[in-house]
């Protein structure tokens, strides 16, 4: 006798199924920006910490573009749950032409910031490594801000298994394009460009993956209609707007809270940078579990909504929850039993592994809370609620989280451990306080977008 009733059997079955390509989808993402970190991570300790530094700042600025964009999601997932083919469609077109709108203003803050290294007060050997690598990885802007449109779509058709298709065709690219173009390839004529290559290997990897996510649209069948599918709308654009627009600046601000830290972490040595960018990195791998099903969850709690089921909306939210947080403890076991062997797989620097290893311990004790919070995050964008999670993450990040890690690294003399402590911290509270709202939004039918 089983005692997990059926529709929530059904219920996990089939958020199973959704996530379980896009967790692979996310894990490609991350196993592409892992080679990049392990080739540079052979070039030296400079190249490294400046390639954790040129990935923060580049990330940080692209985030905002990547809410914005997840604006869709439950729109296109709500529209379907509704039967109305034809608008999602149309709603996948407003966000490639909302990716080209984007690209412009965030490549001239990229290129802007990469003017000023010079002037913020980081390690003068770390200046020019982290320009070039910036500077290369900028054409990858416009594919990867086009290819959140696509992950929209496909993800609300329930066609994982393309992004994931699409992704490892993008990691058979980047390998030998990342270490020809790192290390030189002299029979072909390559010359080495060293931390530069790496960042141009992930721009020809996206393309790659791009063109293999929207590969099957044309065949991806659309009702007729009256409107036309590929002209702006500003009816659509605006409400796409809306809910976009408080996702971009929550990323930004969760982002921007591990960037600042990436920052201060400067402060204590490029050994101890390194240290941090490796964890950073071995946390992000894990992320992408949860961020996978938190895009599951929002997909079906957007579609519950489409049609009106508020009691499968509810339980859509809670399932994906829960058997988010149960993969994060895994991931929390395993940073807490073998730290060092995890640290040697990303550099073969001894320092930076020293530096590493107290980090991936802090990093184990707040896996749950980094999966909760993304998740019920997830479940909330499905029902188009975005303004609640900003002002939560803006008071577990900014307000409670980094000052209570500044304290502890500075005031306690834990160090860069002390500011990971108040991320764990400052995301504890978030995973709380989003799962809460969730809970009290859910209690009773949510209107559709």
Partial sequence: MSFVPERVRAESVAL?????????????????ALVDVAIVGRLGEVEIAAAGLGNAIFFVIAIFGMGVLLGLDPLIAQALGAGEGRTARRLLWQGLWL??????????????????????????SLVDPTRTYLLARLPSLLPFLALFAVRSYVQARGRGRVLFVAVVLANVVNVPVAYALSFGHPALGIPRLGIAGAGL????????????????????????????????DRALLSRV???GRPIGVQLVIEAGSFSLVTYLVEGFGTEVLGGHQVALTLVSVTFQVAVGVGAATSVRVGQAI????????????????????AGMVLGALTFLTVPEPLAFLITDQVGVVEAAVPLIFVAGCFQFSDG??????????????????LAINLVGHYVIGLPLGAGLAWGARMGAPGLWWGLAIGLSFVAVATTARFARLSATAIARR
């Fill in 16 to 32: 199973a199924a959704l996530a379980a390509p896009l967790v692979l989808t996310n894990l490609g993402h991350m196993a592409l």
């Fill in 372 to 389: 909760v919070q993304t998740i019920a995050q997830g479940a909330l964008r499905g029902a188009g609620d975005t303004r609640w999670p």
């Fill in 201 to 232: 290997a992930t721009t020809v990897a996206t393309l790659v993956q791009l063109a293999a996510a929207a590969a099957p649209l044309s065949v991806l069948e659309c009702p007729a209609g009256p409107e036309p599918l590929r002209a702006l």
């Fill in 306 to 325: 489409g049609r009106g089921d508020a009691e499968a909306t509810r339980r859509a939210g809670f399932v994906g929850i829960a058997l988010g947080g």
């Fill in 241 to 243: 707007l809306g809910i």
């Fill in 99 to 124: 990716a080209f709108g984007l690209t412009v203003p965030l490549s001239m803050l990229v290129l802007g910031v990469a003017s000023q290294l010079g002037h913020v007060g980081i390690d003068a």
